[in-house]
Antibody
């Protein structure tokens, strides 16, 4: 059974870079056809897609976050990563990772990890 | 970007009620639409994919319909476990979520 788990610092200072890891077990992130995405949810608010990496390494980002987001992967460790630079309080959110595909929605999801941006 | 608009934002309903949530896309997304249920402190759970296909293990009281730009999620007889927030999501062109609909106890 495929499982995803987010990890990373729970507190990031304003203007610094948020870095998260999603560890995938029960499957490989190199599996043909799949995408691996990041979604966030500010406290009390809705879901926002941030970006995605395809099994080929191609990346896709939400337009409004494009200049600040980097997504990469380490297939040998079955992990993919999110970096969000120049963070502000508005980036405080629960960050989720999830698998998806061209014809499949996000499923499964990790449990999520809360990242707070504060000095 | 494709915008997804859900209505209503909140629903107050009783156990046994039929509940319908609407999701509109700003452009044609064919049937590439999913519905998720989210409870406080939990990750979203996939209910419906490809507009009307029920995810394995999801109760049959949940159903989805629509294509193009207009979609609905229907809960035929609301159960206590169904009080939650529901999100639609398009995956026709990149990926966008609706703003959510909270189903509350009346």
């Amino acid at each position: 059974q495929l499982q995803l788990q987010e990890s990373g610092p729970g507190l990031v200072r304003p203007s610094e870079t948020l870095s998260l890891t999603c560890s995938v077990s029960g499957g490989s992130i190199s599996t043909k056809g799949f995408y691996w995405g990041w979604v966030r949810q500010p406290p009390g608010k809705g879901l926002e897609w941030i970006g995605t990496i395809h099994f080929t390494g191609t990346t896709y980002f939400k337009l409004s976050l494009d200049s600040r987001v980097t997504i990469s992967a380490d297939t040998s460790k079955s992990q993919f990563f999110l970096k969000l630079s120049s963070v502000t309080a508005a980036d405080t959110a629960v960050y989720y990772c999830a698998r998806h595909a061209a014809t499949l929605p996000f499923d499964p999801w990790g449990q999520g990890t809360l990242v707070t941006v504060s000095s | 970007d494709i915008q997804m608009t859900q209505s209503p934002s909140n629903v107050s309903a009783s156990v046994g009620d039929r509940v319908t949530i609407t999701c509109r896309a700003s452009q044609n997304i064919n049937y590439w639409l999913a519905w998720y249920q989210q409870k406080p402190g939990e990750a979203p759970k996939l209910l419906i994919y490809k507009a009307s296909s029920l995810e394995s293990g999801v109760p049959s009281r949940f159903s989805g319909s629509g294509s193009g730009t207009e979609f609905t999620l229907t809960i035929s007889s609301l159960q206590p476990d169904d009080f939650a927030t529901y999100y639609c999501q398009q995956y026709n062109n990149y990926w966008t979520f609706g703003q959510g609909t909270k189903v509350e106890i009346k």
